[in-house]
């Protein structure tokens, strides 16, 4: 999956994430509700106001799953096991919606790294993220 070039790239990155994950995870949140408005129908309680507390909450739960995802890049599986679980069988989200949250989480990436986020942090973190994408739809089948 992820080569130990790309595994020191996402790991050293995330070091700048750590610094606003809440940040990083209320604006990927926003986004993908702006973008992709049908994802709204999972989260019908919350205030979808721009920088609503309750988006914050959840997008700081989200970037430390992945923050828990990256400490943990060998073992994905079972890191994510238990959220994966969750997903599919308590909250019944579309699993097509991970892969548009890995996206607009890339963008929020792009945005605030600026020069950083070179192609390869990219490539290295679409693996990454498709790889989260891929655990957390695996109870589905």
């Known amino acids: 999956m992820l080569t130990e070039d790309e595994k020191h790239l996402i ?7 750590l610094e606003h994950q809440e940040d990083f995870g209320a604006e990927a949140l926003e986004r993908m509700f702006c973008v992709y408005p049908s994802t709204k129908t999972y989260f019908p309680h919350f205030d979808l106001h721009h920088d609503s507390e309750q988006i914050r909450h959840h997008g700081k739960k989200v970037v430390g799953a992945l ?3 990256v400490r943990h890049l060998d073992n994905l599986s079972a890191t ?17 919606n991970f892969k548009l949250l890995s996206h607009c989480f890339q963008v929020v990436l792009g945005v605030h790294l600026g020069r950083e986020y070179t192609p390869q942090v990219h490539v290295a ?4 993220l498709a790889a989260v994408s891929a655990v957390l739809a695996e109870k589905y089948r």
Request: proline share 3%; charged share 30%.
């Open 11 to 17: 790991e050293h990155v995330w070091e700048k994430v």
């Open 125 to 128: 973190y679409d693996k990454f």
């Open 67 to 69: 923050g828990d995802a």
């Open 80 to 96: 994510l096991s238990e959220l994966s679980n969750l997903h599919a069988y308590n909250l019944r989200v579309d699993p097509v």
